[in-house]
């Protein structure tokens, strides 16, 4: 039954995919301001979802605290390495993209990557317990949404055509489902020490939060504009922490 959820998350999480066509029915100017808002939120929700989640669900294990937040550590630095050596970039827009098709490409390779590891956590989510499971999969949701709204655009204004940026895109979302199951079998390998790939995912979060989604909203100069983001950033810890309380 485990393998069936970690299997429906992880589609979802792949057909996330086309929720970049909406980007062909928004004008250029509606569509930022809707990024930034769901940037706001999905910074919020990622580091509610690392702090109110997986990080006190994996205090409560067995395992030295210590080691826990080594965990966390590595998850931080294995994608700040990614994002800085193999040049891996979350973009929420298209300004100052460079219009070649191997940049295209080099998108929907790195987006693979993320994706795998985002069906190899989600996996051990769910084989932990099905709550941490929901939360996980919800987390990687808020954040995938303004991240594949960004990365259609990139891809279109990288050369492709519509119909092949959403297709490629959806098989590089589909990788998250090889990452789930392959995770489901890994997972029963390593016992419980599958308790540490939660503070490895908390690290993940914390970084693109920090990293890629915060400085996209900080510095806005429009009082107001700031406002707003900040409040749907506060509404984005708000809902992790509701989330909490619902399934406990």
């Known amino acids: 039954m485990t393998l069936i959820y970690i299997i429906g998350a992880t589609l979802i999480i792949s057909a996330i995919s086309f929720v970049g066509a909406l980007a062909l029915f928004l004008n250029d100017k509606l569509l930022k301001k809707t990024l930034l808002v769901l940037v ?6 990622l580091l509610g979802g690392a702090f109110l989640h997986l990080l006190p669900e994996a205090l409560e294990s067995e395992f030295d605290s210590l080691n826990i937040f080594l965990a966390v550590i590595l998850g931080f630095l294995m994608f700040f390495i990614l994002e800085q050596f193999i040049n891996w970039h979350h973009h929420h827009n298209c300004e100052g993209c460079k219009k070649t098709a191997p940049f295209s490409y080099l998108i929907l390779i790195s987006d693979g990557v993320h994706n795998f590891i985002d069906g190899f956590v989600i996996a051990a989510s769910y084989i932990i317990a099905f709550p941490v499971g929901i939360v996980t999969t919800l987390v990687v949701i808020m954040h995938e949404i303004p991240q594949e709204i960004g990365d259609f655009g990139v891809l279109i204004y990288g050369g492709m055509s519509k119909k092949k940026a ?16 392959i995770g489901f079998f890994l997972s029963s390998r390593m016992g419980g020490a599958v308790v540490y790939l939660l503070p490895f995912a908390a690290g ?9 989604l915060i400085p996209e909203i900080k510095h806005e100069e429009n009082k107001k504009k700031a406002l707003i983001y900040f409040v749907f950033f506060i509404v984005g810890i708000t809902l992790m922490l509701v989330l909490k309380f619902f399934l406990e």
């Open 40 to 45: 706001a939120l999905s910074a919020g929700g």
């Open 204 to 212: 993940n979060f914390i970084y693109i939060a920090s990293s890629d």
């Open 166 to 181: 959403l297709l490629l895109n959806f098989i590089s979302g589909l990788v998250a489902v090889l990452g789930g199951v």
